[in-house]
């Protein structure tokens, strides 16, 4: 060895003294063979050199545990250095400095002020780094600066002075948040940044000498931007990784990597222009020609191939935040199809399929990955995600107890690994693993052991971990979860006011902290133009303080205000030994009362100031925002005016506004005391007034913003407190907010049914794959849908838009037919109270053919106070009823008998005539309101009248046709909400403006093209009534072959009728059945379908399948079903069918786009169902009644014939059929379509 070469040259010799530091185990020698590697340079030229020793001796420093000043002396002589260096303005003098300060920030660990400090330092110098760059490049190449901004960044060609030319090159340069979210650099730049023209001014391969390395520590600072609530700080480092990434590293997936990271961010802070423009590099991610490209030449080139994997994995990481599976999925192929590399990345492919698996929803799969996972000795922070992932699969299984006892063994693991080395890090593992641990003992009720109070004190200490390192806005998530689950135990009312003043000193606590985050944050980022996750979980905290206090406030104001009429009726000797009383309730009570006396001007303080500091926020924090004002002014106007002392300056105010000669004689003595306790009286009504007027616009801007955010539980909220405040005033507006109030929880009902629906379904299903994100999503309290999924699913389901709830209620009304009378029956949500209304008349809208003439029905609105165990009750009944027809029928189709009406079915009847009565007596409240806006029809508008009800989910279980008061209707029909309704009914205009899939010309060559065949005479349509037209009708009868009853009476029917149904198109018998699979195609394009069978549709159909279909065509849908033979029984026992009831297939086919769902209420024996058929066609063809009205008469058990005939022409006798009592109709949608 040349030993002359190491003594003369000092980069050689230090560069020895970094091998011995490698090669040797003892730690003493290392420690000393890098200082030595460090002082042996000590010339100029070799400063950079020096630099890169000191950081890989702060690296061992800091991986041993040595003391934090130590290693900051270190990293501040190593700064120094650079400082000293004379070219102030190199690059890579900006590269080291950033570089530095980072490792200082992560040296003084998170949460610091010192972190944050150095943070910031850090991402100051790698700003200043990028924006120097882009200038010296924009003076060389000043055209094509940026791509699709907002404005125009082209420096034009300026024959003037250079100041003037260097000035518009500085506006060229982004300087906002939204400027920099919207930059992208064109490749003419980028090129010129290769160029070695500009030296050391620029970033370049001569600047940057360890590119990979600074790409890596920007990605440490932009989360830890993101963690402390600096994002909007994360676009220029970002835009200096893109640079770094696409010339200096020359890695295309890496370029794609970072692109993605900035779509994530732009979505984090709303900047919706531009997440549309960086979405389009989605397309990019996963298995692309150039990742795949970049795979078969890796070997061969500078980038390895786990280095490529190592991309792939970061690509997968962003695309799962931003719930795009299927790219992610991609990825995850891609890496793998880098080679299995060490035993650490299998591990790490496995739990990342784990991970994937679970948010698929796939949880069996999700097991089996976690399972596969050895269990060997595993890094901290791989062990600690492991944990989570492995958590959250047994809590998504419902293995709830498991879940807490993993996190808890997690965690015990963790502790006992606590050293020096790496202590910062297990710290924050083991505050995240015990957050994670509380949270899922308070959410789940898996206590075991511990106490209410070991529990809180558990949360509170998982609260305190997270803020003391640094992870505030986790905390605002522990200290939600606290609060909840202290309200959430509670027996009596002091139990309930005890846990209120906790968790109200809990959430108070927290907004303190809040408050000091917001202050630190805003101090930082001047902006208000963006949205912060983590500052809009500081206001989701100080909005749940203002949210409880005005909880409590209302409990106070009610009782307040039914004291105060109670005071007005007793003397006042009673009002003082009530008041002596009073002092010896519980400390708590006195105390809570105490407070509530103040909370109204203090909570409309703090709401004033957050309105202030929430100018750009999402729509569910400002709806939220504004449903609170509302109520805080709704109480005050409560408390303002008692019920005796408002209806009191009522009559003051129109006293004073009469006649004012009652009022001359003021000289009197006796009219001054009235005068001025009627003045008192006005200006009180003033006063409230304004209150009422206030809560009003508060309100309806919270309704109208969570409507625009698809956040409907707020805008349920709203509406429901609109109503409240109008039903005594102005009955028209109440009903709009009454039937806005409905659709918002119908909605949200249909969204249950159509998650519920694709729990069986293939996840590479697109409707299911978005379902899952919606799911996964769902806690921010907006559904909104990423674009990804939204455009595809605009055009290839219809489920979205039935979800949907119009910001203009009013308008909705409009467009129904003249001749519909909508009736509300809504219960609140917890069931306490039954709102009803008759709904202002409909003027007629643009309804098809001759309108009927109008009848006046004026608005009426009533709210009534319930039982919530009388429903369940009445449901019980109603359900244990179908329960036991079913099984009765079931049994006589097992033994082989026929539905004759037996006398075992006699006590059936009884019971249903019981529901029937009961159902009466407990709407009667509501009802007997109603009926007096009912309109009074004579016998010829009784043909025409269509009475919609649109009833909840508890009250459409029920025989709502049955009911006494619409037995005059010769059309009732039900439906979920008005905003359902109006859907259908525009889905039906829509497609009678662009046509269906088959015009009607088309439908005449197809009736030409069948010989011997006559089209239908043409029928006319009654007035209010809409045409579907008899040559597009399909039909399915018996397709197992399972009962010839069925069959036969399709066939005579069809034959019987047969100048109707010559173009019907359909399958009876098992031979003529669609093959699995074939549905859609069978349903495609109908205007109206026939569905007679056994069993049910769900039987034959899965429900995920009935929900992804595309019904939007079929306007009309009768299905005649749930009857049973021995055959059908045995089919479906081995075939395990779906069994769902009939609201819940009523939704189903709703969402799938039908207009109208025509179905038994109770199961019907086959031969039941045979003679509906006849019965049914012979209302819609021979008589040309409405679907509505066709199933109102089968109710009503007219023109059904009391023996089955032998053809259809055989009903002279009139007689009813006396079964059809149990065998009722409902009728869901539109009731005025008309076969025509």
């Given at each position: 060895m040349?030993?002359?070469?190491?003594?003369?040259?000092?980069?050689e010799?230090?560069?020895?003294?970094?091998?011995?530091?490698?090669?040797?185990s003892?730690?003493l020698?290392q420690?000393?063979?890098?200082?030595?590697?460090?002082s042996?340079?000590r010339?100029?030229?070799?400063?950079?050199?020096?630099?890169?020793?000191?950081?890989?001796?702060?690296?061992?420093?800091?991986?041993?545990?040595?003391?934090?000043?130590t290693?900051?002396?270190?990293?501040?002589?190593?700064?120094?250095i650079?400082?000293?260096?004379?070219?102030?303005?190199?690059?890579?003098?900006?590269?080291?400095?950033?570089?530095?300060?980072?490792?200082?920030?992560?040296?003084?660990?998170?949460?610091?002020?010192?972190?944050?400090?150095?943070?910031?330092?850090?991402?100051?110098f790698?700003?200043?780094?990028?924006?120097?760059?882009l200038?010296?490049?924009?003076?060389?190449?000043?055209?094509?600066?940026?791509?699709?901004?907002?404005?125009?960044?082209?420096?034009?060609?300026?024959?003037?002075?250079?100041?003037?030319?260097?000035?518009?090159?500085?506006?060229?340069?982004?300087?906002?948040t939204?400027?920099?979210?919207?930059?992208?650099?064109?490749?003419d730049?980028?090129?010129v940044?290769?160029?070695?023209?500009?030296?050391?001014?620029?970033?370049?391969?001569?600047?940057?000498?360890?590119?990979?390395?600074?790409?890596d520590?920007?990605?440490?600072?932009?989360?830890?931007l993101?963690?402390?609530g600096?994002?909007?700080?994360?676009?220029?480092?970002?835009?200096?990784?893109?640079?770094l990434a696409s010339r200096?590293?020359?890695?295309?997936?890496?370029?794609?990597?970072v692109?993605l990271?900035?779509?994530?961010i732009?979505?984090?802070?709303?900047?919706l222009?531009?997440?549309?423009?960086w979405?389009?590099?989605?397309?990019l991610?996963g298995?692309?020609?150039?990742?795949t490209a970049?795979i078969?030449?890796a070997?061969?080139?500078?980038?390895?191939?786990?280095?490529?994997?190592?991309?792939?994995?970061?690509?997968?990481d962003?695309?799962?935040?931003?719930?795009y599976?299927?790219m992610a999925r991609?990825?995850?192929e891609?890496?793998?199809?880098?080679?299995?590399?060490?035993?650490?990345?299998?591990?790490?492919?496995?739990l990342?399929?784990?991970?994937l698996?679970?948010?698929?929803?796939?949880?069996?799969?999700?097991f089996?990955?976690?399972n596969?996972?050895?269990k060997t000795?595993?890094?901290?922070?791989?062990?600690?995600e492991?944990i989570?992932?492995?958590?959250?699969?047994?809590l998504?299984?419902?293995?709830?107890?498991q879940?807490?006892?993993?996190?808890?063994?997690?965690?015990?693991?963790?502790?006992?690994?606590h050293?020096?080395?790496e202590?910062?890090q297990l710290?924050i593992?083991?505050?995240?693993?015990?957050?994670?641990?509380?949270?899922?003992?308070?959410?789940t009720?898996?206590?075991?052991?511990l106490?209410?109070?070991?529990?809180?004190?558990?949360?509170h200490?998982?609260?305190?971990?997270?803020?003391?390192?640094?992870h505030?806005?986790n905390?605002?998530?522990?200290?939600?979860?606290?609060?909840?689950?202290?309200?959430?135990?509670?027996?009596?009312?002091?139990?309930?006011?005890?846990?209120?003043?906790e968790a109200?000193?809990l959430?108070?606590a927290?907004c303190e902290?809040a408050?000091?985050?917001l202050?630190?944050?805003?101090?930082?980022?001047?902006?208000?133009?963006?949205q912060i996750?983590?500052?809009?979980?500081?206001?989701q905290?100080?909005l749940?303080?203002?949210?409880?206090?005005?909880?409590?406030l209302?409990?106070?104001?009610?009782?307040?205000v039914k004291?105060?009429v109670?005071?007005?009726?007793k003397?006042?000797?009673?009002?003082?030994l009530?008041?002596?009383?009073?002092?010896?309730?519980?400390?708590s009570?006195?105390?809570?009362?105490h407070?509530?006396?103040?909370?109204?001007?203090?909570?409309l303080?703090?709401?004033?100031?957050?309105?202030k500091?929430?100018?750009?926020?999402?729509?569910?924090?400002?709806?939220?925002?504004?449903?609170?004002l509302g109520?805080?002014?709704?109480?005050?106007?409560?408390k303002?005016t008692?019920q005796?002392?408002?209806?009191?300056?009522?009559?003051a105010?129109?006293?004073?506004?009469?006649?004012?000669?009652?009022?001359?004689?003021?000289?009197s003595?006796?009219?001054?005391?009235?005068?001025?306790?009627?003045?008192?009286?006005?200006k009180q009504?003033?006063?409230?007034?304004?209150?009422?007027?206030?809560?009003?616009?508060?309100?309806?801007?919270?309704c109208?913003?969570?409507?625009?955010?698809?956040?409907?539980?707020?805008?349920?909220?709203?509406?429901?407190?609109?109503?409240d405040l109008h039903?005594?005033?102005?009955?028209?507006?109440?009903?709009?907010?009454l039937a806005?109030?409905?659709?918002?929880?119908?909605?949200?009902?249909?969204?249950?049914?159509?998650?519920?629906s694709?729990?069986?379904?293939?996840?590479?299903?697109?409707?299911?794959t978005a379902?899952?994100?919606?799911?996964?999503?769902?806690s921010?309290?907006?559904?909104?849908?990423?674009k990804?999924?939204?455009?595809?699913l605009?055009?290839k389901?219809?489920?979205?838009r039935?979800?949907?709830?119009?910001?203009?209620?009013?308008l909705?009304?409009r467009?129904l037919?003249?001749?519909?009378?909508?009736?509300?029956?809504?219960?609140?949500?917890d069931r306490?109270?039954l709102?009803?209304?008759?709904?202002?008349k409909p003027?007629g809208?643009k309804?098809?053919?001759?309108?009927?003439?109008?009848?006046s029905?004026?608005?009426?609105?009533?709210k009534?106070?319930?039982?919530a165990k009388?429903?369940?009750?009445?449901?019980?009944?109603?359900?244990?009823?179908?329960?036991q027809?079913?099984?009765?029928?079931?049994?006589?189709?097992?033994?082989?008998?026929t539905?004759?009406?037996?006398d075992?079915?006699?006590?059936?009847?009884l019971?249903y005539?019981?529901?029937?009565?009961?159902?009466?007596t407990y709407?009667?409240?509501v009802?007997?309101?109603?009926?007096?806006?009912?309109?009074?029809?004579?016998?010829?508008?009784?043909?025409?009248?269509?009475?919609?009800?649109?009833?909840?989910?508890y009250?459409?279980?029920l025989p709502?046709?049955?009911?006494?008061?619409f037995?005059?209707y010769?059309s009732?029909?039900?439906?979920f909400?008005l905003?359902?309704?109006?859907h259908?009914?525009?889905s039906?205009?829509?497609?009678?403006?662009?046509?269906?899939?088959?015009?009607e010309s088309?439908?005449?060559?197809?009736v030409?093209?069948?010989?011997?065949?006559?089209?239908?005479p043409g029928?006319?349509?009654?007035a209010?009534?809409?045409p579907?037209?008899?040559?597009d009708?399909?039909?399915?009868?018996d397709?197992h072959a399972?009962?010839p009853?069925?069959?036969?009476?399709?066939?005579?029917?069809?034959?019987?009728?047969?100048?109707?149904?010559?173009n019907?198109?359909?399958?009876?018998g098992i031979?003529?059945?669609?093959?699995?699979?074939?549905?859609?195609?069978?349903l495609?394009?109908?205007?109206?379908?026939?569905?007679?069978?056994?069993?049910?549709?769900?039987?034959?159909?899965?429900p995920?399948?009935?929900?992804?279909?595309a019904l939007k065509e079929?306007?009309?849908?009768?299905?005649l079903?749930?009857?049973h033979?021995?055959?059908s029984?045995?089919r479906?026992?081995?075939?395990?069918?779906?069994?769902?009831d009939?609201?819940?297939l009523?939704?189903?086919?709703?969402?799938?786009?039908?207009g109208?769902?025509t179905?038994n209420?109770?199961?019907?024996?086959p031969a039941?169902?045979?003679t509906?058929?006849?019965?049914?066609?012979?209302?819609?063809?021979?008589?040309?009644?409405?679907?509505?009205?066709a199933t109102?008469q089968l109710?009503?058990?007219?023109?059904?014939?009391?023996?089955?005939?032998?053809s259809?022409?055989?009903?002279?006798?009139?007689?009813?059929?006396?079964?059809?009592?149990?065998?009722?109709?409902?009728?869901?949608?539109?009731?005025?379509?008309?076969?025509?």
């Amino acid at each position: 060895m040349d030993f002359v070469k190491y003594i003369n040259d000092e980069k050689e010799l230090s560069a020895l003294w970094k091998m011995v530091a490698i090669a040797t185990s003892d730690k003493l020698w290392q420690f000393n063979a890098l200082q030595k590697a460090v002082s042996a340079l000590r010339a100029p030229t070799s400063c950079w050199l020096k630099v890169d020793y000191i950081f890989d001796l702060v690296d061992w420093l800091q991986a041993e545990g040595f003391p934090v000043n130590t290693i900051t002396q270190q990293l501040q002589w190593a700064i120094s250095i650079v400082i000293d260096v004379q070219d102030e303005t190199c690059s890579r003098q900006l590269d080291y400095l950033m570089r530095a300060n980072a490792l200082i920030a992560s040296v003084h660990g998170f949460g610091t002020d010192q972190h944050r400090q150095h943070l910031l330092l850090a991402v100051g110098f790698a700003t200043k780094l990028i924006k120097m760059s882009l200038k010296a490049a924009t003076m060389t190449a000043p055209e094509n600066m940026r791509v699709k901004a907002v404005k125009s960044t082209t420096v034009p060609h300026d024959s003037k002075s250079g100041a003037i030319l260097q000035k518009k090159i500085s506006e060229a340069i982004p300087s906002t948040t939204i400027e920099w979210a919207e930059f992208a650099i064109s490749d003419d730049v980028l090129d010129v940044l290769d160029n070695s023209v500009l030296e050391s001014s620029a970033i370049s391969l001569e600047t940057i000498l360890n590119p990979r390395l600074s790409f890596d520590v920007l990605s440490s600072l932009i989360d830890s931007l993101q963690d402390v609530g600096l994002t909007p700080l994360c676009f220029p480092l970002l835009t200096l990784q893109q640079v770094l990434a696409s010339r200096l590293i020359g890695l295309k997936p890496l370029s794609v990597f970072v692109s993605l990271k900035i779509l994530k961010i732009c979505q984090d802070l709303h900047l919706l222009k531009a997440a549309d423009y960086w979405s389009e590099y989605v397309k990019l991610a996963g298995l692309t020609a150039d990742t795949t490209a970049s795979i078969k030449v890796a070997a061969a080139t500078k980038h390895s191939l786990p280095e490529l994997q190592e991309v792939m994995l970061m690509q997968m990481d962003v695309l799962t935040e931003l719930n795009y599976y299927p790219m992610a999925r991609q990825c995850l192929e891609a890496a793998a199809s880098c080679g299995s590399g060490t035993t650490l990345m299998q591990e790490r492919l496995l739990l990342k399929r784990a991970r994937l698996a679970l948010l698929e929803g796939i949880i069996p799969d999700a097991f089996g990955y976690l399972n596969a996972i050895p269990k060997t000795k595993k890094s901290k922070k791989f062990f600690a995600e492991y944990i989570t992932v492995y958590a959250d699969t047994l809590l998504a299984a419902g293995e709830c107890s498991q879940a807490a006892r993993a996190i808890a063994d997690g965690i015990k693991a963790l502790v006992a690994k606590h050293s020096g080395m790496e202590a910062q890090q297990l710290d924050i593992l083991i505050a995240t693993l015990s957050a994670k641990h509380a949270c899922v003992i308070a959410q789940t009720a898996q206590h075991g052991d511990l106490t209410r109070t070991e529990i809180s004190s558990l949360l509170h200490e998982s609260t305190a971990r997270l803020v003391k390192v640094g992870h505030v806005s986790n905390a605002f998530d522990v200290t939600r979860i606290h609060a909840k689950y202290l309200l959430h135990y509670r027996s009596n009312e002091t139990s309930m006011h005890q846990a209120q003043l906790e968790a109200r000193c809990l959430l108070e606590a927290a907004c303190e902290v809040a408050d000091g985050f917001l202050q630190e944050v805003f101090s930082v980022v001047k902006s208000n133009d963006v949205q912060i996750p983590a500052v809009l979980k500081a206001m989701q905290i100080k909005l749940d303080h203002c949210s409880l206090s005005l909880e409590m406030l209302e409990m106070w104001t009610k009782n307040f205000v039914k004291q105060s009429v109670e005071k007005s009726k007793k003397d006042l000797v009673q009002v003082i030994l009530e008041e002596y009383t009073e002092r010896e309730k519980p400390e708590s009570v006195i105390e809570w009362n105490h407070l509530c006396r103040t909370l109204g001007d203090a909570t409309l303080c703090n709401l004033l100031n957050i309105e202030k500091q929430m100018k750009h926020c999402t729509p569910a924090l400002k709806s939220r925002l504004y449903l609170l004002l509302g109520k805080c002014k709704r109480l005050a106007y409560m408390k303002e005016t008692p019920q005796e002392e408002s209806s009191r300056a009522t009559r003051a105010v129109q006293y004073s506004t009469g006649s004012q000669s009652e009022d001359l004689d003021c000289g009197s003595n006796a009219h001054k005391v009235p005068s001025m306790e009627k003045f008192k009286m006005v200006k009180q009504f003033i006063i409230s007034q304004q209150l009422l007027i206030d809560a009003s616009n508060h309100l309806q801007e919270a309704c109208s913003i969570a409507l625009d955010g698809k956040c409907l539980e707020i805008a349920a909220i709203a509406a429901l407190d609109l109503f409240d405040l109008h039903y005594n005033y102005d009955e028209k507006l109440a009903g709009i907010y009454l039937a806005l109030y409905q659709s918002c929880q119908a909605s949200r009902v249909l969204y249950d049914t159509l998650q519920g629906s694709m729990k069986n379904a293939p996840t590479t299903t697109l409707l299911s794959t978005a379902m899952q994100v919606l799911l996964n999503t769902s806690s921010s309290g907006e559904r909104t849908m990423p674009k990804l999924y939204s455009d595809e699913l605009e055009q290839k389901h219809h489920a979205f838009r039935v979800l949907e709830v119009s910001s203009q209620p009013s308008l909705l009304l409009r467009d129904l037919p003249s001749n519909f009378t909508v009736i509300i029956l809504q219960h609140s949500a917890d069931r306490s109270y039954l709102y009803g209304g008759v709904l202002e008349k409909p003027s007629g809208g643009k309804a098809v053919g001759k309108q009927p003439a109008e009848t006046s029905t004026q608005p009426i609105m009533c709210k009534v106070e319930t039982d919530a165990k009388r429903l369940e009750a009445l449901l019980s009944h109603a359900r244990q009823l179908t329960e036991q027809l079913d099984k009765y029928l079931q049994q006589s189709a097992y033994h082989g008998q026929t539905f004759v009406m037996p006398d075992e079915i006699s006590s059936l009847l009884l019971e249903y005539n019981e529901l029937i009565n009961a159902t009466d007596t407990y709407l009667q409240p509501v009802i007997s309101r109603l009926s007096k806006a009912l309109p009074s029809v004579d016998a010829e508008q009784r043909e025409e009248e269509c009475v919609v009800l649109l009833a909840d989910g508890y009250l459409l279980e029920l025989p709502l046709e049955k009911l006494q008061a619409f037995d005059v209707y010769s059309s009732v029909s039900r439906d979920f909400s008005l905003q359902v309704l109006h859907h259908r009914l525009m889905s039906m205009r829509k497609d009678g403006r662009k046509g269906s899939g088959r015009s009607e010309s088309q439908n005449k060559k197809k009736v030409d093209k069948k010989a011997g065949t006559k089209s239908a005479p043409g029928r006319a349509v009654a007035a209010g009534c809409l045409p579907v037209p008899l040559a597009d009708v399909g039909y399915l009868a018996d397709m197992h072959a399972e009962c010839p009853t069925i069959a036969d009476a399709m066939r005579t029917t069809l034959n019987h009728y047969h100048q109707y149904t010559a173009n019907w198109e359909g399958f009876i018998g098992i031979a003529e059945r669609p093959a699995a699979g074939a549905w859609e195609a069978v349903l495609a394009d109908r205007k109206a379908f026939f569905y007679c069978g056994l069993e049910g549709l769900a039987a034959e159909v899965a429900p995920f399948k009935i929900t992804q279909l595309a019904l939007k065509e079929c306007l009309l849908m009768i299905l005649l079903d749930q009857g049973h033979t021995r055959e059908s029984l045995l089919r479906t026992s081995r075939s395990h069918a779906s069994s769902v009831d009939t609201v819940t297939l009523a939704r189903m086919l709703t969402i799938a786009g039908v207009g109208c769902v025509t179905l038994n209420y109770l199961p019907a024996s086959p031969a039941q169902n045979a003679t509906h058929i006849q019965a049914l066609m012979t209302e819609l063809l021979e008589n040309c009644r409405s679907a509505g009205q066709a199933t109102q008469q089968l109710n009503l058990g007219m023109l059904v014939p009391d023996q089955t005939p032998d053809s259809p022409g055989q009903q002279g006798s009139g007689t009813a059929y006396r079964a059809s009592a149990c065998a009722a109709f409902i009728c869901y949608g539109l009731p005025n379509l008309v076969l025509s």
